[in-house]
C-alpha cells in the first residue's frame, strides 16, 4: 500500500513538473497577444542580459562613420522605479484611449538635452539623486557587410540600455565609454531607444556617496550609432619605445580577424604589414625617428591603420616618459611640471564638459596660467579633454575616483575600480598628453586600502606599462598632529623655531612611480588650531602665513615628487584689505598662494604641482549661505571665466619657472 502511495505521489510531482515545464515554456515562447508578448519579450531580455556586460569598446569612434543622437529627448522622473513595472517606460506605454488607467507616460512632460547632465537643465533636478528615464525614437538602417554600435561616452551612473522594448545591457561607472553591437536588433523604420539612469551610488561603489563635486547625474556625453564594416579595427596602439622604434598593437573583430593590417604614418614613411592570429591580435615594431611630442612642440602625427574594407585614422605625438631619481623625464629631459588641477564643469553654470568647444575653453585658461600640466580630477573627464591637451600641449594626469571613504575590503569595489581604470586607459591610450595614471585621492592609511592599491597599481602597469602611476596622498592624522605640536603650537606661543618637519610617511609611497601630496597650509589647518586653543583664528593665521617659508616636506625620498593640491578659497568680488586675513577674500586667496610659492620654490625633491584649483565648481558640501551656496570657491578663475587675483601670482610664478628652464 505504501509503495503504491509513493508511486503515485512520484507520478503527480511528476506531472506538475511536466505542467509547470509546459507553462514556462508557453509564457515564454506560446502565442501570446501582441501586447502580453511585448512584457513576455521584456521580461526574457531582462533575465538573459541583466548581467550581461557591455560590448568591448570600440576605439576612436571620431573616426568611424557615425550619426549623433544628439537632440532633447523625453524623459521621466522616477525617484521609486516605477517605470521598471512590467515594463511601462522600456516599452514606452502610453494609454491609448480615454478609458485606459496610466500612472506613467513620456509625453506632455520633462525634456533634457543629451548630451548633457540633468542638474542644469531644471531646477527641480539641481541635487536630484535618483533615477530618470530617457527615451527617443530613431531610424537607421544597417548597410549589407556593416555593423552597427550603439555608444554611450558615459552614463552617470547605473544606465540600463533597452532598444525596441527589450533591455541590451547595463553599465556601471559615470566616466567611461561603453556600447552595445544592434545589428540584428534594429527594426525598419522607427526603432525605440530608452535609458535609464541612476546617479545614486551605494558604499560599496566607486565613488561612493560623499564626495565634494557634484553629482551630475544623466546621458552627460555623446550617444552615437556607430558603422562599421564586418571585420574591423576595433582597437590600436602605437607608441614610441626607444630612440628610432615604434611599437604597438592592432586587435581585430569580425569574420575576418585573421586577415591582418596595414599601419601607415606617411610623413615617417613607414607602411607597415601587421599579421594578426585567430584572435584578431597583432602586434607590430617599426624602425623611424619621429620628432618628440613635447609641451612646447607638441607635434603630432597622422596615423592610419587599415583592414580590409575598414580604414581609422588618428593623430598621435610620439614621446617618452621615465623617472631618474627624483626627476621627471619627458624624452629623457628633466621637467618640471607647471599644473592646475580641474573638475569637469564648464563654464557659465553648464554642467558637465561634454563638447570639444568646452574642453578647449578651459584647458586654454590653463594655458594662459603658463602651464604645461592638468591634473584631471577627480574621474576619468570627457573624451575630448586629452585630445585637445594633445594639440596645446598639455601635459595630463587622469585618475579614477577611488576617492576618501571607499570600502577597500570589499572585492566588488576592486572590481569596479579596475574597471574603471581599464576604461579610461583603453580610450586614451593613444594620447601622448596622458603621462600619469591616478590610482587614490586623500584615502586613509590601512591595510586593506594599501592592499586594494596595490592590486590596483599592478592591473594598471599591465594595461600600460608605459606611463606613470601616481596617488594624491594625505599626512596621516598622528603625523599632522605631531606637526601641529613641535612646529604650529610653538610658534603660537612665540617660541621661535628654526625648520618645520612637516611628515609624510605612507606605504602606498612605496608602490607608486610618483608621489604626490594635498596640503593646505594657510587655510584648513589654522582655523582647525585656533578652534582648540585660546588664540585667535586670525593669530593662528597670521603665524601660518608668516612662518610658511619653514616647512620642509619630509616626504620619502628617492622618487618624484608633486604638490597636487595646495590653495585657498575666494569669491570673486569679495575684498578686504590684506592685512584682515579675511578667508573668502581675494586678497586673502592671493596672500596665501604667495607664500606657498615662498615655501615650494626650494622645496627638496618636488618636480612640479597642481594648485587646487583652475574653476569654481559646484559642491553641495559647501553650505556657507551668501559666500559658498554649494560651491568650491578655490578657483583660480570664477564660474563665468573671471580671473581672481591669485590667478596673477601662479602665472607670474610660472613665467619665472619657464624662463630658469625648470
Not at 606599462?465 to 592624522?477: E, G, I, N
Amino acid at each position: 500500500m505504501r509503495a503504491r502511495i509513493a508511486t503515485l505521489l512520484g507520478l503527480a510531482c511528476l506531472l506538475v513538473g511536466l505542467a509547470a515545464l509546459a507553462l514556462t515554456g508557453y509564457a515564454w515562447f506560446g502565442a501570446w497577444p501582441a501586447e502580453v508578448k511585448e512584457i513576455v519579450d521584456y521580461q526574457r531580455s531582462v533575465g538573459e542580459r541583466s548581467s550581461h556586460a557591455t560590448d568591448p569598446v570600440i576605439q576612436n569612434v571620431d573616426a568611424r562613420r557615425s550619426a549623433s543622437l544628439a537632440g532633447s529627448w523625453e524623459a521621466v522622473i522616477d525617484p521609486f522605479g516605477r517605470g521598471e513595472l512590467a515594463g511601462i517606460a522600456p516599452r514606452a506605454l502610453e494609454p491609448g484611449s480615454p478609458s485606459d488607467l496610466a500612472e506613467f507616460s513620456f509625453r506632455n512632460g520633462l525634456r533634457l538635452d543629451v548630451p548633457g547632465d540633468w542638474n542644469s537643465q531644471d531646477p527641480r533636478l539641481v541635487f536630484y539623486q535618483g533615477a530618470i528615464w530617457y527615451k527617443r525614437t530613431f531610424e537607421h538602417e544597417t548597410a549589407p557587410g556593416t555593423r552597427t554600435f550603439l555608444w554611450f561616452g558615459a552614463a552617470n551612473y547605473d544606465a540600463s540600455v533597452h532598444l525596441n522594448g527589450r533591455l541590451l545591457g547595463r553599465h556601471l561607472g559615470g566616466f567611461t565609454p561603453f556600447n552595445f553591437e544592434v545589428t540584428d536588433r534594429l527594426r525598419p523604420g522607427e526603432n525605440l531607444l530608452v535609458v535609464r539612469v541612476d546617479n545614486r551610488k551605494a558604499p560599496d561603489d566607486v565613488p561612493t556617496p560623499l564626495t565634494d563635486w557634484h553629482n551630475y547625474g544623466g546621458l552627460t556625453r555623446d550617444v552615437l550609432l556607430v558603422d562599421v564594416p564586418e571585420t574591423f579595427v576595433r582597437d590600436y596602439e602605437v607608441r614610441l619605445d626607444g630612440e628610432e622604434r615604434l611599437r604597438g598593437w592592432v586587435q581585430l573583430e569580425g569574420p575576418e580577424r585573421a586577415g591582418g593590417a596595414v599601419l601607415r604614418i606617411p610623413e615617417l614613411g613607414v607602411e607597415l604589414a601587421v599579421a594578426t592570429d585567430a584572435d584578431g591580435r597583432g602586434e607590430f615594431e617599426a624602425t623611424a625617428r619621429p620628432e618628440r611630442w613635447s609641451p612646447e612642440r607638441p607635434r603630432l602625427y597622422d596615423v592610419e591603420i587599415q583592414a580590409g574594407r575598414d580604414r581609422v585614422a588618428d593623430r598621435i605625438g610620439f614621446r617618452t616618459v621615465a623617472t631618474r631619481g627624483e626627476e621627471i623625464l619627458l624624452n629623457g629631459e628633466p621637467v618640471f611640471l607647471r599644473g592646475i588641477s580641474i573638475h569637469e564643469e564648464a563654464p557659465r553654470e553648464q554642467g558637465r564638459i561634454h563638447s570639444r568647444e568646452q574642453a578647449a575653453e578651459v584647458l586654454g585658461w590653463a594655458k594662459a596660467l603658463g602651464c604645461n600640466f592638468v591634473r584631471l580630477a577627480h574621474y576619468p573627464h570627457a573624451r575630448h579633454m586629452a585630445k585637445v591637451a594633445d594639440e596645446l600641449g598639455l601635459l595630463v594626469w587622469k585618475e579614477i575616483p577611488v576617492y576618501w571613504t571607499i570600502d577597500f575590503g570589499n572585492e566588488r569595489t576592486l572590481e569596479l575600480a579596475k574597471a574603471q581604470m581599464g576604461g579610461a586607459i583603453e580610450r586614451d591610450r593613444n594620447r601622448a598628453s596622458v603621462i600619469l595614471w591616478g590610482i587614490a585621492n586623500e584615502t586613509p592609511d590601512t591595510e586593506a586600502r594599501l592592499a586594494f592599491l596595490t592590486a590596483l597599481a599592478e592591473h594598471v602597469r599591465a594595461l600600460d606599462p608605459s606611463r606613470l602611476v601616481t596617488a594624491a596622498l594625505l599626512t596621516a592624522p598622528a603625523d599632522l598632529a605631531s606637526f601641529m605640536l613641535t612646529s604650529y603650537l610653538p610658534a603660537l606661543l612665540g617660541f621661535s623655531r628654526g625648520e618645520w618637519i612637516y611628515p609624510v610617511r605612507d606605504p602606498l609611497a612605496d608602490v607608486l612611480d610618483v608621489t604626490a601630496l594635498n596640503e593646505y597650509f594657510g587655510w584648513y589647518y589654522s582655523g582647525g588650531l585656533a578652534a582648540v586653543t585660546p588664540f585667535t583664528s586670525r593669530h593662528a593665521r597670521r603665524v601660518m602665513i608668516d612662518n610658511m617659508d619653514r616647512i620642509t616636506i619630509a616626504q620619502p625620498r628617492g622618487k618624484p615628487f608633486l604638490i597636487s593640491e595646495t590653495g585657498a578659497g575666494a569669491k570673486h568680488g569679495m575684498h578686504r584689505p590684506e592685512d584682515e586675513l579675511a578667508v573668502f577674500s581675494e586678497e586673502y586667496q592671493a596672500l596665501v598662494y604667495r607664500r606657498q610659492i615662498d615655501m615650494l620654490r626650494d622645496q627638496p625633491g618636488l618636480a612640479g604641482m597642481s594648485p587646487w584649483i583652475l574653476k569654481d565648481f559646484r559642491s553641495p558640501l559647501r553650505l556657507y549661505q551668501g559666500v559658498q551656496d554649494h560651491w568650491n570657491l578655490k578657483g583660480l578663475v570664477a564660474d563665468d571665466g573671471t580671473r581672481k587675483q591669485a590667478f596673477a601670482v601662479l602665472r607670474d610664478f610660472y613665467r619665472e619657472v619657464a624662463e630658469r628652464g625648470r
